[in-house]
């Protein structure tokens, strides 16, 4: 059974730092990337990050320059390092993956709140 959990989401100050984690079981984690999208309250969900197997990485303008994703292959885990949060990082943030059958598999989101 195909398992991703986040967690690490907190309320901090603007300015300040925070480090999501994304635990994963039930699939080969070596083989696949793995993304971080977010949601704020009325908005559509939107991406943020990815880093592919080979640990290349990629980010939305919003978090380039900010937030540092990477992966942990011995606890099939990926991580989210935030930095300068702002306001508008305000979210809840959920990590996926897409299985080899093209489906996508979404972990139920951590809360993210940024006050100014």
């Known amino acids: 059974q195909v398992r991703l959990m986040e967690s690490g989401g907190a309320l901090v100050q603007s300015g300040g730092s925070l480090t999501l984690s994304c635990t994963t079981s039930?699939?080969?984690?070596?083989?696949?990337?793995i993304a971080w999208f977010r949601q704020a309250s009325g908005k559509e969900r939107e991406g943020v990050s990815c880093i592919m197997k080979d640990s290349a990485t990629y980010y939305a303008d919003a978090a380039e320059g900010r937030f540092t994703v990477s992966r942990e292959q011995s606890r099939s885990a990926v991580y989210l390092q935030m930095n300068s949060l702002r306001p508008e990082d305000t979210a809840t943030y959920y990590c996926?993956?897409?299985?080899?059958?093209?489906?996508?598999?979404w972990g139920q989101g951590t809360q993210v709140n940024v006050s100014s």
């Open positions: 996926h993956y897409t299985g080899p059958d093209d489906w996508p598999y």
């Open positions: 039930g699939f080969t984690f070596a083989d696949y990337a």
